[in-house]
Structures are given as structure tokens and as C-alpha cells.
């Protein structure tokens, strides 16, 4: 990616064991699930460093979110594959995404959180 960047790619696989992280499989195995990818975003901001006192002259602020919050100063880019969310069509969803942490994912499964989590990224349906 660029040497400021670290990127790991995350590869998945069919698990024939009866939950999918405490989700019993049968809340998603009937047809009609929907799943959508959504982009992260991580970027450096040359300002950055000059505002914050803390922050020596030659160090480098990265900052985290979704494409539609990168500044037009954004001194370099890097957009990812960061989530998923998987929705059945009973209302109950997954958000699955990168963690804090390298190699590592975060399952969300409460309602409530994934609900925020779409509507922090711009998504949302009529329906």
C-alpha cells in the first residue's frame, strides 16, 4: 500500500459448526439475507501534526473513518474493505468488521449497535 500504511487482508471460509459466534445459524440460513460491504477509509493530515503541541514536527497523524470524511487536505489515502453487515429478512442482522487490533475481527450482534453503525455510514432503506 504506501509505508505509512499497514494492510492485512482478511480471508474467510465455510464453518459447519452449529453457531457463527454465539448467532445460532438458523436466525440466517433462509434465503433472502442481504449483505453489504462497506469501504473504510485511513488518511494523514500534514496540519495535523502542527496543531497538536504533543505531536513532534516530523511525526505523522493518521486518522480512521468512512471515504465521505476524508478532508480535501488528505495527504494520503488508503480505502479498505473495513465491515459487513448481514441482515435476514426477519430484522435480525451481524456487523462484522476489522478490530482494533491487526488480524482481527469485531462481531456485533446487537440490534441497536448495528442499527448505529449503518446509519454512521450513510446507510439506510426506504423499505
Known sequence: ????????????M??????????????????GNDVVV???????????VLKDPLVKETGVMHFSGHPGQVSDTAEIVCLTSDAMVVATSTGIGMLIRTGLKPYSLEIVDDADKVRQFLLDRGYHSDI
Not at 500500500?1 to 474467510?12: K, L, S
Request: without cysteine; charged residues 15%; negative net charge.
Open 1 to 12: 500500500v504506501e509505508d505509512a500504511f499497514d494492510a492485512f487482508r482478511i480471508t474467510a
Open 14 to 31: 465455510h464453518d459447519p459448526s452449529p453457531m457463527v459466534y454465539g448467532v445460532p445459524v438458523e436466525n440466517f440460513i433462509a434465503a
Open 38 to 48: 462497506f469501504t473504510g477509509a485511513t488518511w494523514s493530515e500534514p496540519g495535523a
